[in-house]
């Protein structure tokens, strides 16, 4: 690893949103604004023990990131004061922590801070004073040589330089007849389109296709992988249906993508996503799932495309994971285009008139846009009498299946509902967004947020 000093201080790139933060927090929480002023203040003062600076940083921000999860299960602390002090000053305390650890040569461990407070970000003020400081710090710190410039070694690779053992990228593009017919369906809204090879020319098609791409340029990066509760055993806060570990990307792609672990195996402590229904499944390992990783880590936005007729604004999440992760039946409360980048893919997808077939729980109810049914029950008959032979076969009759190869683009207007599970290891991003104004942001949305 080649690490070296930022070419501009992170204290000083810094120092005047630390300066607001504590003059927030000496009105509404004096305490934590005399802890995080007295921790500047060491390391304004250039503190020969940049250590011990960056320790005591590490302390109050595992503090703050625990009052944030907890606060993140209560519907009623969403946008409050309380949240968004506490979102201040956890990113005030990390980007003194990563100055420390700057200072004293340990720039990963000042990225993860940074990272993990991003992660937790409740104002966008916030999130952009710390993507300020990550990208000097990105600047600085490479985790590997870039693909193809380093020799062939002489004993059995890692498992981050073997390939994921998916189909290859996809040769020629899409149509001009599909293309127009494409950009008609986007247009009309009305039912579900698949567009073969949409993509197929996007960089990330090709980049992404090896692992050592995004590990070697992104791998310290941390991220945020739901796991299921098989994995997480006592460990697993009761009541919450959904957790989350965060971890390296480097990690994530070498213990769950490629060594088939679960996301748990190297001990990071679950954190409490929501108390309502998981994104997948109980025995899923790990899946990065519905992430805003291009927020995150903006020059990965780079090797997408813009598809054709879709808002510029819409929302982009990414979902990554080993074969088999899967999301239950759902409809978004959004219209979405699903891409596949890398792997395969599998959508099963109902019109929203099956919400009865699908014994969807009434309107107006916190999961009103999920189902119960299990998907697999298309393939194998019922055995436990929850759904009869009859419900099922109309179920089958009422789906259409599409299997997304890489390169291809899925249309699911708002309110079909869908399931998906990749077939093999899987990169996907979906865009979302509403009606108002012809575009927008579809965040925020009930139950399932999204499930491709």
């Given at each position: 690893?080649?690490?070296?000093?930022?070419?501009?201080?992170?204290?000083?790139?810094?120092?005047?949103?630390?300066?607001?933060?504590?003059?927030?927090?000496?009105?509404?929480?004096?305490?934590?604004?005399?802890?995080?002023?007295?921790?500047?203040?060491?390391?304004?003062?250039?503190?020969?023990?940049?250590?011990?600076?960056?320790?005591?940083?590490?302390?109050?921000?595992?503090?703050?990131?625990?009052?944030?999860?907890?606060?993140?299960?209560?519907?009623?602390?969403?946008?409050?004061?309380?949240?968004?002090?506490?979102?201040?000053?956890?990113?005030?305390?990390?980007?003194?922590?990563?100055?420390?650890?700057?200072?004293?040569?340990?720039?990963?461990?000042?990225?993860?801070?940074?990272?993990?407070?991003?992660?937790?970000?409740?104002?966008?003020?916030?999130?952009?004073?710390?993507?300020?400081?990550?990208?000097?710090v990105s600047l600085t710190l490479t985790t590997g040589p870039h693909p193809g410039t380093s020799s062939p070694p002489a004993t059995e690779p890692p498992?981050?330089?073997?390939?994921?053992?998916?189909?290859?990228?996809?040769?020629?593009?899409?149509?001009?007849?599909?293309?127009?017919?494409?950009v008609s369906a986007v247009c009309a809204l009305s039912c579900p389109r698949l567009a073969p090879r949409l993509a197929a020319a996007w960089p990330a098609?090709?980049?992404?296709?090896?692992?050592?791409?995004?590990?070697?340029?992104?791998?310290?990066?941390?991220?945020?992988?739901?796991?299921?509760?098989?994995?997480?055993?006592?460990?697993?806060?009761?009541?919450?249906?959904?957790?989350?570990?965060?971890?390296?990307?480097?990690?994530?792609?070498?213990?769950?993508?490629?060594?088939?672990?679960?996301?748990?195996?190297?001990?990071?402590?679950?954190?409490?996503?929501?108390?309502?229904?998981?994104?997948?499944?109980?025995?899923?390992?790990?899946?990065?799932?519905?992430?805003?990783?291009?927020?995150?880590?903006?020059?990965?936005?780079?090797?997408?495309?813009?598809?054709?007729?879709?808002?510029?604004?819409?929302?982009?999440?990414?979902?990554?994971?080993?074969?088999?992760?899967?999301?239950?039946?759902?409809?978004?409360?959004?219209?979405?285009?699903?891409?596949?980048?890398?792997?395969?893919?599998?959508?099963?997808?109902?019109?929203?008139?099956?919400?009865?077939?699908?014994?969807?729980?009434?309107?107006?109810?916190?999961?009103?846009?999920?189902?119960?049914?299990?998907?697999?029950?298309?393939?194998?008959?019922?055995?436990?009498?929850?759904?009869?032979?009859?419900?099922?076969?109309?179920?089958?009759?009422?789906a259409s299946l599409h299997t997304l190869e890489p390169g291809d683009a899925l249309l699911i207007p708002q309110g079909w509902w869908h399931s998906a599970?990749?077939?093999?290891?899987?990169?996907?991003?979906?865009?979302?967004?509403?009606?108002?104004?012809?575009?927008?942001?579809?965040?925020?949305?009930?139950?399932?947020?999204?499930?491709?």
């Amino acid at each position: 690893m080649r690490i070296s000093r930022p070419t501009v201080d992170p204290f000083d790139a810094s120092a005047a949103f630390v300066a607001e933060t504590i003059g927030l927090l000496r009105e509404h929480k004096p305490g934590l604004a005399s802890a995080v002023r007295s921790l500047c203040s060491d390391i304004e003062s250039g503190s020969s023990r940049p250590v011990l600076a960056a320790s005591v940083a590490q302390g109050l921000h595992a503090d703050l990131s625990g009052c944030l999860d907890r606060l993140r299960l209560l519907p009623s602390a969403a946008g409050s004061a309380d949240e968004q002090q506490l979102s201040a000053a956890l990113a005030a305390v990390a980007l003194l922590g990563a100055a420390a650890f700057s200072r004293g040569g340990r720039l990963e461990d000042g990225s993860a801070l940074l990272d993990a407070a991003l992660l937790r970000s409740r104002a966008a003020a916030h999130s952009a004073a710390l993507q300020r400081v990550l990208s000097l710090v990105s600047l600085t710190l490479t985790t590997g040589p870039h693909p193809g410039t380093s020799s062939p070694p002489a004993t059995e690779p890692p498992p981050s330089t073997r390939g994921w053992g998916v189909p290859p990228p996809p040769t020629g593009e899409m149509s001009g007849a599909d293309l127009r017919a494409f950009v008609s369906a986007v247009c009309a809204l009305s039912c579900p389109r698949l567009a073969p090879r949409l993509a197929a020319a996007w960089p990330a098609v090709r980049r992404w296709s090896e692992p050592n791409y995004l590990r070697a340029r992104h791998g310290h990066r941390l991220v945020p992988v739901e796991v299921g509760a098989e994995h997480i055993g006592e460990r697993a806060l009761h009541g919450v249906g959904e957790q989350q570990v965060v971890c390296t990307l480097e990690a994530f792609i070498d213990d769950v993508i490629l060594a088939g672990h679960a996301a748990t195996r190297r001990g990071g402590l679950p954190t409490a996503v929501s108390p309502t229904v998981p994104v997948t499944s109980s025995c899923t390992r790990g899946y990065l799932a519905q992430h805003t990783l291009f927020e995150q880590i903006p020059s990965l936005r780079d090797d997408l495309g813009t598809p054709p007729a879709v808002p510029p604004s819409a929302d982009l999440r990414a979902w990554f994971g080993p074969a088999g992760v899967a999301t239950p039946v759902h409809h978004d409360l959004h219209h979405g285009l699903l891409v596949q980048l890398v792997g395969r893919k599998r959508v099963q997808l109902w019109p929203p008139a099956a919400r009865g077939l699908l014994r969807a729980p009434p309107l107006g109810s916190p999961l009103a846009n999920t189902s119960p049914f299990d998907p697999g029950l298309l393939e194998s008959p019922p055995a436990d009498g929850a759904w009869t032979t009859e419900e099922v076969e109309q179920l089958r009759q009422a789906a259409s299946l599409h299997t997304l190869e890489p390169g291809d683009a899925l249309l699911i207007p708002q309110g079909w509902w869908h399931s998906a599970q990749a077939l093999t290891v899987s990169f996907s991003v979906s865009f979302w967004w509403n009606d108002e104004a012809g575009a927008g942001s579809a965040r925020g949305g009930a139950g399932l947020a999204g499930g491709t």
